[in-house]
């Protein structure tokens, strides 16, 4: 089993900056991909960004140019840098990881991007 918990979550102006953690722990060898999904209200659930175990990214059209994600495989932590944050980043913000077929998600936190 892995656990995941993220952190970073809050209330920021449009233009601001926010940087969410997610830490791993329990089982958290061998974990491949981890990820940054979102899902706004009335919205299905979307990838942010996703990194892989040797650090190659992939980004959602909608935030490329404005987030950073990367990972310390040291501390298990994967880490979604947001920066010229706009109101339709609002959203909760959930952590994936995945460990040979099984993928585990993080409870989420709340990002709110105000006007």
């Known amino acids: 089993q892995v656990q995941l918990v993220e952190s970073g979550g809050g209330l920021v102006q449009v233009g601001g900056s926010l940087r969410l953690s997610c830490a791993a722990s329990?089982?958290?060898?061998?974990?491949?991909?981890m990820g940054w999904y979102r899902q706004a209200p009335g919205k299905q659930r979307e990838l942010v960004a996703r990194?892989?175990?040797?650090?190659?990214?992939n980004y959602a059209d909608s935030v490329k140019g404005r987030f950073t994600i990367s990972r310390d495989n040291a501390k298990n932590t994967v880490y979604l840098q947001m920066n010229s944050l706009k109101p339709e980043d609002t959203a909760v913000y959930y952590c994936k990881a995945r460990r040979w077929s099984l993928e585990y998600w993080g409870r989420g936190t709340q990002v709110t991007v105000s006007s």
């Open positions: 329990g089982s958290t060898n061998n974990i491949a991909d």
């Open positions: 990194i892989s175990s040797g650090g190659r990214t």
